[in-house]
């Protein structure tokens, strides 16, 4: 969703086992979604998107699902692993301006 | 194909200079936008160009100026910096913009401002 700054959540899991890092976005008018990884000290990474036409898509290790009732999306990570750890983002495009969620910090516990 | 492309990667900075940052696109990425993120306030959105012109502008004040030039390479300019300037700044290219698909970023210009 648009950024509103401030508090980022935190998510812990062990490796190996399953992660899922939601977002909640802010127009219905959006109509295409990325996520992406941020390692300390680098660029956002893309990991995925999915465009509003889907309500679900998978990657290597990850998969998105769309909710447009409720305006949300979760990334799940498969078979979690140490280097997984960064904070993650969603992005919405609105057609005029992408806006980006605060994002999560996911460490993976070996 | 080669990514985005930030330099430079970290600069020192005092009140009141200026500073320019440069962002090459991907090859054949005609959309260049920039944004600045701070740990309070995450990646807020500056300004995107594409083809040379300025498309959107994002709620920052005039200090803030940036430029496309016919290669697709980008250059955004601080004027008269301040102390909260300091943040990494992120070149993100596109094919088209908005409404175009994958948004990829560069590594980022780290600029702290004394």
Not at chain 1, 72 to 84: K, R
Not at chain 2, 75 to 84: A, D, F, I, K
């Amino acid at each position: 969703g648009e950024s509103v700054g401030l508090h980022l959540p935190t998510l812990s899991v062990q490796e190996g086992d399953n992660s899922i890092i939601n977002c909640a976005y802010s127009n219905s008018a959006s109509d295409y979604f990325i996520w992406y990884k941020q390692e300390s000290g680098k660029g956002p990474q893309f990991i995925i998107d999915i465009r509003s036409n889907m309500d679900k898509r998978q990657g290597q290790r990850v998969t998105v699902l769309l909710n447009k009732t409720v305006k949300h999306l979760s990334l799940q990570i498969a078979a979690t692993q140490p280097g997984d750890s960064a904070v993650y983002f969603c992005a919405e495009d609105t057609g005029n301006q992408f806006y980006f969620g605060t994002g999560t910090s996911l460490t993976v516990i070996p | 194909k080669a990514g985005v492309t930030q330099t430079p990667r970290y600069l020192i900075k005092t009140r009141g200079q200026q500073v320019t940052l440069s962002c090459s696109p991907i090859s054949g990425h005609r959309s260049v936008s920039w944004y600045q993120q701070t740990p309070g306030q995450g990646l807020q959105f500056l300004f995107e160009y594409f083809s040379e012109t300025q498309r959107n502008k994002g709620n920052f004040p005039g200090r803030f100026s940036g430029r496309q030039f016919s290669n697709s390479r980008s250059e955004m300019n601080v004027s008269t910096l301040e102390l909260g300037d300091s943040a990494l700044y992120l070149c993100a290219s596109t094919r088209t913009g908005t409404g175009g698909g994958e948004l990829f970023f560069g590594e980022g210009s780290r600029l702290t401002v004394l």
